[in-house]
């Protein structure tokens, strides 16, 4: 009876075993941020577990302002190879998916929009700042346009809609995008578990022309998050995040070369540096921006230095500004707005012009060690001290040895005007104040 007892489970267990193993497998994956290398890995990463795990279908849970074209390519080429069809899913209520995150959206093998979200606004912009002539943004635009068409019209979705987010930047509603004529998107869906359930005997469309019929009745739902390497890097490569880490590295390195061996500043200022260069290895970066932020620290440097009445501190403060305004315009889609742009650069100038006025101030003061720090201190005159003779005087209550061209006392008050060796030469405290008396 007891072995009966024990062996009694196995049976049951095996059974809701082979039951959860029939079950299907949902991966989901949520991205919020913009579009860039890091975003490539991380979705190409949770696709790879997905083909590795068998899955039955991947829900990519996105929310973004938009990013980088590069990247954009990249994860569609990866949505695309995908072994289980792929559901981009704009959500929860109150999201978007702007500019690179629409392309996303309308290469997806099921595209879904959460109520209260839209997307569109897919017109390229220049990456790095600068201006382009017309002819380059027509060609630019042009391009994109035709990538957009060639994937709204392999997924059977509306093709002049799609173009006109790109060519007019229009965006769309989740009723609009659903109630358009071919729809842009599949279904609305308010949530990933309802969106399971909509999914359930769907028949899609891969982009090879091939059908599947997707069962998520019941999915396990894995949920794969990004590293905390992926969300460090992330937060990194955001214009803000990189131009808050460059000034202060900047500044940082500044301090340290007015104040070697100060150490902190000099070690944060480099760290700040490095990771702010990273940042910029991702994005685009306008050179231009960097010179004028580099040439503004040159003339808050030069005000310190020379005599402008303001004119190198003005100078440098618009530079600044100026250079922040063309370096941090770096992602579409994104953009750093000039309110948080002139205060960083204010407190920037003057926390640099301060600290600088410190240093020089520090450096100005007289030394307080070493020989050259017992040039014009006073003493008295312990032996006679005669013209070519050495005597004794007592100063800072050391016995040194000196020198005096005229004839000194015992008790006569000296300064010290020289050093030589271990020997003082010292004159009378009263002859520079009778000199300059006369």
Request: glycine letters at 10%; aromatic letters at 4%.
């Amino acid at each position: 009876m007891l072995v009966g007892l024990c062996l009694w489970p196995v049976p049951q267990l095996a059974q809701s075993a082979r039951a959860a193993a029939e079950k299907p497998l949902a991966v989901v994956a949520e991205f919020d941020g913009i579009i860039h290398p890091i975003a490539t890995e991380y979705l190409d990463e949770v696709i790879t577990q997905a083909d590795a795990s068998g899955a039955d279908v991947v829900v990519i849970v996105l929310r973004t302002p938009g990013g980088l074209l590069d990247s954009t390519r990249d994860i569609v080429s990866r949505l695309i190879k995908s072994r289980a069809p792929v559901v981009v899913f704009v959500g929860p209520s109150g999201a978007r998916a702007a500019s690179a995150g629409f392309i996303l959206t309308i290469a997806a093998d099921v595209a879904v929009m959460a109520p209260g979200t839209h997307i569109g606004a897919a017109h390229p912009v220049s990456g790095t700042g600068e201006p382009t002539d017309t002819v380059t943004a027509t060609k630019a635009a042009e391009d994109v346009a035709a990538y957009v068409r060639s994937l709204a019209e392999t997924r059977k979705r509306n093709v002049e809609l799609a173009a006109e987010a790109v060519m007019k930047s229009r965006a769309f509603t989740d009723s609009e995008a659903l109630g358009a004529s071919p729809p842009l998107i599949d279904f609305v869906a308010r949530d990933v578990p309802e969106l399971l359930r909509m999914l359930e005997g769907r028949t899609v469309r891969r982009f090879d022309g091939s059908t599947v019929t997707v069962h998520t009745a019941n999915a396990v739902v894995q949920e794969i998050e990004m590293s905390r390497r992926q969300r460090f890097l992330s937060a990194i490569a955001h214009p803000q995040i990189a131009y808050i880490l460059l000034t202060l590295g900047l500044l940082g390195l500044t301090v340290e070369f007015w104040n070697p061996g100060a150490i902190a500043p000099g070690v944060a200022g480099g760290v700040c540096l490095l990771l702010a260069f990273f940042a910029l290895q991702i994005l685009p970066v306008n050179t231009t921006g960097i010179l004028l932020i580099v040439f503004g620290l040159a003339l808050l440097i030069l005000e310190l230095k020379v005599p402008s009445f303001g004119v190198l501190g003005i100078g440098g403060t618009v530079s600044l500004v100026l250079g922040s305004v063309m370096m941090t315009r770096t992602v579409p889609g994104v953009s750093v707005p000039l309110p948080f742009i002139i205060p960083v650069a204010l407190s920037f100038a003057g926390i640099l012009l301060f600290l600088g006025r410190l240093a020089l101030q520090s450096q100005r003061q007289p030394p307080v060690m070493g020989a050259s720090a017992l040039i014009g201190l006073q003493g008295r005159a312990r032996t006679p001290v005669v013209p070519g003779g050495e005597g004794q005087i007592d100063i800072r209550g050391e016995i040194w040895r000196a020198e005096s061209a005229v004839a000194l006392e015992p008790g006569t008050a000296v300064r010290v005007l020289a050093v030589n060796g271990l020997t003082l030469m010292v004159e009378p405290a009263g002859a520079a104040t009778r000199q300059g008396a006369d």
